[in-house]
């Protein structure tokens, strides 16, 4: 680190550049795909930072992690004071550094990113959560936590916005329960996030982090089925409940053929082989279709794990199917570029017409080339179709990557009112309309990103914390 007359001066270097697999081979392969930063590239980043007193990269952070005392600690070579600051609010550091979006949000907010090339905070806080996780586990970074104030609250669902809610309340004291109707834990982190993006290891780390700060966790608990929030509240004693159940009900395109073999949804498909193993069949119980030539619809980050999944499976071609233009898609640009370095071929502008099939089994998809229009309510241009031309693309397997809405069952949990859609009516800080319940996440938002949903888990965690504080005399808690 430079001083001039006893002032550091930020190195001027360009960017590091994380290591990853070469495309070649990580194609074939369910390991991981960055590789993180060497503790010397780390250090190098860590030094371009400015380390400014108005830290807008805070703002950006929906978790408000305090990111300039977190790289600061690399830089003093203070590693675990630099842990500690980046889990003060952030209960699973080492996902986010994964699958964060923080060319949108930190990065975008980043001074330095006025020139074009923000500092790598994604990055560097993976390396500070790997770094501890490689320690042996009675020597790792300590969190401090308010004393336990004998108060109990129940969190359903531990998806994003459940871990970060839980993982928030013990810090101020509470102890904590998380109901998942899985097996386990992370939702759709552990169902839908692939290996080679988020190992099932680096979870699995963070939620152990949060036993250790005594979090319970009760699997296989289906709320809404074998109990119900008001049991929780009168019965088990807890003084609030957080509903973090997600959305992670298929959205199905309703076009003809769709109910043929050989056309999944991607939650079907990426559970099948991120959470059931269903990859290492028959070491694993789980069989997984193995399709030649996959077509998947969609321009998210879903449709990029699945094609990126279809590929390691073994498959000949993989084509993504898109209405709009790259441009248009949702999926952040570095899981598009990865999915073209492997090999996925984008087929832009074309909208799907017709699962097309032969006694039963999907052998092509019927699609309408398209042109973009005006802009539409999403600020995007609108796909138009070009009259007479349609074509085939021949395929054995549909994937469908169209989004998720929420599941019928988050209405029978409470009596918290509903959206005519069927996601919970919440305001910003997860109120719901029965004082005793919050929520956040994708059942009150829609499917969104993992940081706003820890956000939401977040500042639910404050409210339900303000809520048994200040809560009326004689009232239930």
């Known amino acids: 680190m430079p001083y001039i007359d006893g002032k550091r001066r930020p190195s001027r270097e360009p960017r590091q550049v994380m290591g990853m697999q070469d495309p070649k081979v990580r194609h074939r392969n369910f390991d991981e795909v960055a590789l993180g930063f060497t503790e010397e590239q780390a250090r190098a980043e860590a030094d371009r930072c400015l380390q400014c007193k108005n830290p807008t990269c805070e703002q950006g952070c929906p978790v408000n992690v305090r990111i300039r005392d977190f790289i600061g600690g690399i830089l003093d070579d203070d590693f675990c004071g630099g842990v500690a600051a980046l889990r003060e609010r952030n209960a699973l550091p080492a996902v986010c550094g994964r699958v964060c979006t923080q060319e949108t949000q930190c990065e975008a907010?980043?001074?330095?990113?006025?020139?074009?090339?923000?500092?790598?905070?994604?990055?560097?806080?993976?390396?500070?959560?790997?770094?501890?996780?490689?320690?042996?586990?009675?020597?790792?970074?300590?969190?401090?936590?308010?004393?336990?104030?004998?108060?109990?609250?129940?969190?359903?669902?531990?998806?994003?916005?459940?871990?970060?809610?839980?993982?928030?309340?013990?810090?101020?004291?509470?102890?904590?329960?998380?109901?998942?109707?899985?097996?386990?834990?992370?939702?759709?982190?552990?169902?839908?996030?692939?290996?080679?993006?988020?190992?099932?290891?680096?979870?699995?780390?963070?939620?152990?982090?949060?036993?250790?700060?005594?979090?319970?966790?009760?699997?296989?608990?289906?709320?809404?089925?074998?109990?119900?929030a008001q049991e929780l509240l009168d019965e088990q004693g807890f003084s609030?409940?957080?509903?973090?159940?997600?959305?992670?009900?298929?959205?199905?395109?309703?076009?003809?053929?769709?109910?043929?073999?050989?056309?999944?949804?991607?939650?079907?498909?990426?559970?099948?082989?991120?959470?059931m193993r269903a990859y290492d069949f028959p070491k694993t119980d789980t069989p997984v279709w193995r399709g030649n030539r996959v077509v998947v619809i969609g321009g998210g980050n879903v449709a990029m794990d699945s094609a990126r999944t279809a590929l390691r499976l073994g498959a000949a071609e993989v084509y993504l199917v898109y209405r709009r233009t790259e441009e248009e898609m949702p999926a952040r640009i570095e899981e598009r570029n990865h999915a073209k370095e492997e090999g996925v071929i984008f087929k832009e502008l074309y909208a799907p017409l017709e699962v097309v099939g032969d006694q039963g089994w999907c052998t092509g998809l019927r699609v309408q080339r398209m042109r973009l229009g005006q802009p539409d309510a999403s600020?995007?241009?609108?796909?138009?179709?070009?009259?007479?031309?349609?074509?085939?693309?021949?395929?054995?397997?549909?994937?469908?990557?169209?989004?998720?809405?929420?599941h019928h069952l988050a209405g029978k949990i409470s009596d918290v009112k509903m959206t005519d859609r069927g996601y919970v009516e919440a305001d910003d800080d997860g109120r719901t309309s029965n004082p005793r319940i919050f929520a956040g996440g994708d059942i009150v938002t829609g499917a969104a990103t993992v940081i706003l949903a820890m956000g939401a888990g977040k500042k639910a965690a404050h409210a339900i914390d303000e809520y048994v504080k200040n809560r009326p005399t004689g009232a239930k808690v």
């Open 109 to 228: 907010a980043c001074v330095l990113s006025k020139k074009g090339t923000p500092v790598a905070i994604g990055g560097l806080e993976r390396f500070l959560a790997d770094w501890d996780r490689s320690r042996e586990p009675g020597m790792r970074c300590k969190t401090v936590a308010a004393p336990r104030n004998g108060k109990r609250v129940a969190v359903i669902g531990s998806g994003p916005s459940g871990l970060a809610c839980a993982g928030e309340l013990s810090l101020l004291g509470y102890g904590v329960t998380v109901y998942e109707s899985l097996h386990t834990a992370g939702g759709v982190l552990a169902y839908g996030i692939p290996e080679f993006r988020l190992p099932k290891s680096i979870l699995q780390d963070e939620v152990e982090a949060l036993r250790t700060a005594r979090v319970e966790f009760k699997f296989d608990q289906v709320v809404g089925r074998i109990t119900n």
């Open 379 to 406: 600020g995007r241009r609108s796909p138009m179709p070009i009259e007479g031309e349609e074509s085939v693309i021949e395929c054995d397997t549909v994937i469908s990557a169209v989004g998720t809405r929420a």
């Open 240 to 275: 609030a409940i957080f509903l973090g159940t997600g959305a992670g009900l298929p959205i199905f395109l309703g076009i003809p053929g769709e109910n043929q073999n050989g056309v999944f949804s991607a939650n079907e498909y990426l559970t099948r082989v991120n959470l």
